[in-house]
C-alpha cells in the first residue's frame, strides 16, 4: 500500500478494506450456500419427479398386467388361442386394447406365433419379442414402429404354457406432458431410446437433443446427482434414470431436466440481494470509518499545526476539548508550550546577561552595538563607545582574594549603570565594562558622561572592613568616525583605554588616528622581534665599569642592539617593552645570558659580565636553569656572572622572587639591584636580600654637582652599602668632576661615558689587547 | 407302471426285424447335468415300426388337487379313465392338438373315460384348479421311452435303418416343446442337450 499523507484516509482505507474482506468473505459464503441449497433443491425435486416417474410407471405396469392376466385366464380365450381361433383371438384382444385405451396388443405363442391387432408393428419385431418373453420378461420398454413403448406380459397357461398376451403402452408426448404436470417444479420430461445403434429422443418435450447430449446422460445414467447440460438451447440441470427394457440390446433412459436459470432464479435474486447488501453496509462501514477517523485526527492536525507554529517561534495554547487521551495530549501540549516559553526566556537571559552583574554581556553587547551602527546609518547620528577598566584590579584581586574582585565588580557595574542612566551599559569580561552612548548635536555630552563615570566610580568603597577607593580608566570611539564596523570601534576604544591609562589612571582619552599608527608599528615591531631572533639581528654591546679601588676595569654590563635589516639599530627602550608584553623576552633574555657569558669567558679572570633582567623573565620564564647552562656551555665561574633586576620584580613577585634571588646567590651569581634611588626604592629589600651591589640611578649622578640635595643622596646610599657590605656603581658617569665627587664619597665603581661608550665585542678584545695600563692610566 | 412299459417294450421287440441293435440316448441340461422324465421316441425311416394297434386301459386319478401320475405314455388308440377321488369336482380339459376334450364337473368317485386316436402330447388341466398339471404322451412308435434318474434311455432293439428321434420334456424350451434330431443306421448312441423352463412351484414333480 502506498504510504497516505492523512491518518484519517489510511485509517479509513485500512479499516473499510478489513471490512470489506470480512464482508465479502461471509457474502461469498452465504452465496454459495445459496447456490448449493437451490441446487440441492433443484436435484432433490428432479429425483422425487423421477420417484413419481417410477411409482406412475409401476402403476401403469400394474393395471395392464392385471388386465393381461385377466385375459390370459379366460377359459374360452385360451381355447381360442390353444384352437388357432384367429378370429376369436382378435376380437379379445381388440377389446381389451379398447377398455385399456391401448393402441397396440399382441398374441405370442409358444411356437413363436404372433397375433396382432396394430397393422403397424412388423412380424420381425414382434418375433424379437419371444426370447425376451420365453425368458421370463413380464414388462419393460421396447421400440415398436419407431415408437418406445412400455410392454407389459402375461403368460397364457393350457394348462402347460401355450403363449403370452402382451400389452404395449404408448410413452407419448401426452404421456410425457402428465408427468411434467405431476410435479412440482416445471421441469421437461423425455425417453430417449438407444435403437438400432443410435440413441434418439423418443418421446418428451425436449427437442434438438444432440449427440453429445445423448452421451452426457448415458454417462450419468443411475447416478443419482443431476448434472448439466442444453436443452433446446437452455443450460439446464438435468436427472438421468434408466428405464427397464424389454430385450437386452435395447436402452432407455427417462431425462428430467430443469431450465437452470429458473431452477436457479430464486436463488439469484437472493444473492442479488445478498450483494446489494454487502454494498450497501461497505459504504456504511466506510462512511462510519471516515467519520471515526476524522473525530481521531481532527484534534491531531490541530495539534500538528500549534506544533507548526511553536517551531516558528509562536507561542500557540490548543483548545482542550473533552477528557481522553487526546484532549490529554493537547493539555500536555499547552503545557509543554509553557515551559518552552519559560526556558527560552531563561536562555535568553543566560546567553544576554552577565551572571554576575547582571548586566548585558558581549553578546547582547555585540547585538546592540551592530543595531547602533544600523540605526546611526538611518538617522545619520553619532554614538560614543566608552571603554572602562578598573585601575590595579588583578592587585586588588589577588590581595583581596576573588569573593572581594566580585564584590568590587558588582559594585563597579551598579555604579557605571546609575552614572550613564539612559544608555547601554554591558560587562564584557574581566574587569572590562562599555558603556554605548547616543550622541546628538552636544560633542561635550561625551566628556561629561565619562567624568560622571569617572566620578562615580573614584567614591570610597568598603568589602570585608578594607576601604577601597576603585579608580577608572576610560577609552572613547565615536562612531561612525572612529570605525564603521562593530570589531574597529571597539578596538579603537581599547587603545584609547590605553592611552588613558598611559597617561596616569584615573582619566578617559580619545581615539586618535596615531593610536592606530602606533598600534600598527607596535604589531610591526612584534612581528620583526621574532623573526629577530631567527634570524640573529641582536648584537651585545658591553660597557666598561671601572672600580675606583684598583684602577682598573673590572666588570662590563652587557646591552643589547637590535640591527634591523630595514630600519638599521633600534633602540632597546622601543623593542624592550613589546619584548616585555609579548612575552618575547624570554628567548632574547636567554640568547643574552647565553653570549653575555660566551663572551666574558675570553676575558681575563678578573672581568666580570653584569646582564640586565626583566621581571618578566622572573616571573614567566626558566631564568635559573637558562643561567645554569649557560654557565655550563661556556665553563664562566658564577662570581663572574653578574644578574642586574629592579626593584619592578618585587612588585608582583613576593616571595616567589627571593626564592629565585637566593637560588641565584647560592649558585655563586652575583645580583645587582639597578636604578636604585627611583621607583618605590623600599628599603626593605635591602634587608629582606643580600645584595651584592647597588647600581646608584644616573639622574642623582646627573645633578650631582648642581644640587645639594643629589650629593647627600649619593653619599647616603654609598655610607647605607658600605655599612651593608654592599658595593656601590655610579651610573652616567659624564665629567672628571662628578668623578672626583663620587670617589670622595666611596663610590666603590664607575660607569659612563667618561671612561667608555659600550662597544662590541671586538672592541672588548682590542682593549684588553692593547694597553690595558694606558687604560688605567687614562682614567687615573 | 415301469414295468408296464418294459413289457410293452418288450412286446414291441419281439415284432422288430432282425437287423436290430441297441441304442443309447442321453439327455442333460445346458449345465450337463442329466434331465429325467424325458420322453425320448424313434422314428425309423418309412414308418416301419408304427404300432399299428392300440393297447390297454389307463387311469389317471385326480386326488388331493393334482393329477396322479403327472406323466403316461399311451400308445396310440388307448382309453384312460380318470376316476375323481377328491371331495370336490374337477373340470378336466385338453387343448392339445392331438386330443381336445373337455370332463366338465364331475364328482367324487364318479369316472370318466377318454380314448387317444391320435399321437402327440396331451396337456392335461383343470379349469377349476390352475395347479393341476398332467401330461399324456400318445404315442405311434414302439420305441417310446422316457429318461431315468441317469437321464438316460437305451432301445435293446433299435433297427439298423435311417430314422429320427425326437425328445420331449413337459418344461422343454423350444417351440412345440421338442426336439427332432435325425438317427443314422449305424448310430449306438445320441445325446441332447436341452433347456428347460423351471416348473411351476406348486407342482410336485417326486409323485409319479
Redesign the interface.
Known sequence: MRPFRSLSARLTVQFALLFAVAMLAVSAALSSVISGAASREVQSQLQSSGAVYDRLWQQRAHELQNAAQLLA?D?GF??AV??GDQATMQSALGNAAARLRLRSAFIVT???KVSSIDPGVTRAETASLWDPL?DGRQTGVSVLAGRPRQLVAAPI??????GWVVFASDLDQREMRGLERLSAIPLHAAVVVYDKGRWAEASGSMSALDAGAFNLAQAHVGHPASFEMDVGGTRSIALAKPLPTFSGGEHAILLLAYPKAQALADAHKLQLALAAMTLLGLLLVAYATWKAAGRITQPLARLDEAAGRLASGEHVQVRVRGEDELARLAASFNEMVGKIAEREQRITQLAFNDVLTGLPNRTMFQQQLDHAFRAAVGNGGLFALHCLDLDQFKVINDTLGHPAGDALLVEAGRRVQQAARGHFVARLGGDEFVVLQSVGDDRNAIDRLARDILDAMAQPLAIDGNELVPSTSIGIAIAPQDGSDGQTLLRNADLALYRAKEAGRGTYAFFEESLNERAQERRQLETDLRLAIERGEFELYYQPLFDLEQNRICSFEALIRWNHPMRGQISPADFIPVAEDTGLIVPIGAWVVREACAQAAHWPEHIRIAVNVSPVQFHRGTLNETILRALADTGLAPARLEVEITESIFLDGGDATLKLLHSLRSLGVRVALDDFGTGYSSLSYLQSFPFDKLKIDRSFIQNLLTRDGASAIVRAITELAHALNIETTAEGVEETAQLMELRAHGCSSVQGFLFAEPMDASDVDKLFREDKVAMVQNVA | MVRRISLFAAALGLAAPLTAAPLTVRVIDASGRPVRDAVVTLYPAGGAARSAHAGGRYVISQQNMQFHPFLTIVPVGSDVSFPNFDNTKHHVYS??PAK?FELKLFAKDQSRIVHFDKAGVV?????IH?Q??A?IVVTDSAWTARTNGQGLVTFSDAPNAPGHLTVWQ?YL?A???QIVQAASPAQRSATFQVRL?QPPSSMAMTDY
Do not use: V, W
Open positions: 385366464h377359459f385360451r381355447a390353444a384352437s409358444a411356437e413363436g420365453d397357461m393350457a394348462p402347460t404354457l401355450i | 387343448f392339445s381336445k396337456a392335461l388341466g383343470c379349469n390352475d393341476m398339471s401330461f413337459p424350451r417351440p412345440g416343446g423352463r
